[in-house]
T-cell receptor
Framework: DVKVTQSSRYLVKRTGEKVFLECVQDMDHENMFWYRQDPGLGLRLIYFSYDVKMKEKGDIPEGYSVSREKKERFSLILESASTNQTSMYLC?????????????FGPGTRLTVL | QQQVKQSPQSLIVQKGGISIINCAYENTAFDYFPWYQQFPGKGPALLIAIRPDVSEKKEGRFTISFNKSAKQFSLHIMDSQPGDSATYFCAASMASNYQLIWGAGTKLIIKP
């Protein structure tokens, strides 16, 4: 079974802090994704990566950056956390395109910025 | 043109009833339409998916109906059970793209 793990289930940070969210997948998947989930807004893509050291902006990249130094690990960085970044953050991975579009999700990190 | 519109936002169904969630899209290049199910405290997980060359796909109590001409697809849950209570997301993608375009989600509650 594909396993996607996220470093924290719950996180509380202060405004202005630098925040690191880490995601690890164990199935040698090419693609990895970071989403935020807010009530009524569904899943919004922040960044995705289709290969090591490659990244592409999603729909809402402002205020975020990412790092993918190893194939299995994809990190989301909030350079200076703000209260409007309080949200559920979900990481996902997928093998590739076409019929392999199935995305496998981690359990999420609920981030609160005070 | 990249949007997927999902309705309703929330749905309450009696146990044993049929739950129906609808999605509509504009981009005719989409060629893969999955539905994901998310339980509280968990990430979404693939439930069932369909390609546009078929009009219906059934897996147990879950059926996707696909209407290519209307650019709509729907999820039907037959004999709905309390354990089906979850948030459901439709999505769409095309083979040339790594991304899924997501609907806004439907919170389904099955009343015992």
């Amino acid at each position: 079974d594909v396993k996607v793990t996220q470093s924290s289930r719950y996180l509380v940070k202060r405004t202005g802090e630098k925040v690191f969210l880490e995601c690890v997948q164990d199935m040698d998947h090419e693609n990895m994704f970071w989403y935020r989930q807010d009530p009524g807004l569904g899943l919004r893509l922040i960044y995705f990566s289709y290969d090591v050291k490659m990244k592409e902006k999603g729909d809402i990249p402002e205020g975020y950056s990412v790092s993918r130094e190893k194939k299995e690990r994809f990190s989301l960085i909030l350079e200076s956390a703000s209260t409007n970044q309080t949200s559920m953050y979900l990481c996902a991975s997928s093998l590739g395109g076409g019929i392999y579009h199935t995305q496998y999700f981690g359990p999420g990190t609920r981030l609160t910025v005070l | 043109q990249q949007q997927v519109k999902q309705s309703p936002q929330s749905l309450i169904v009696q146990k044993g009833g049929i739950s129906i969630i609808n999605c509509a899209y504009e981009n005719t290049a989409f060629d893969y339409f999955p539905w994901y199910q998310q339980f509280p405290g968990k990430g979404p997980a693939l439930l069932i998916a369909i390609r546009p060359d078929v009009s219906e796909k059934k897996e147990g109590r879950f059926t996707i109906s696909f209407n290519k001409s209307a650019k709509q697809f729907s999820l039907h849950i037959m004999d709905s059970q309390p354990g089906d209570s979850a948030t459901y997301f439709c999505a769409a993608s095309m083979a040339s793209n790594y991304q899924l375009i997501w609907g806004a989600g439907t919170k389904l509650i099955i009343k015992p």
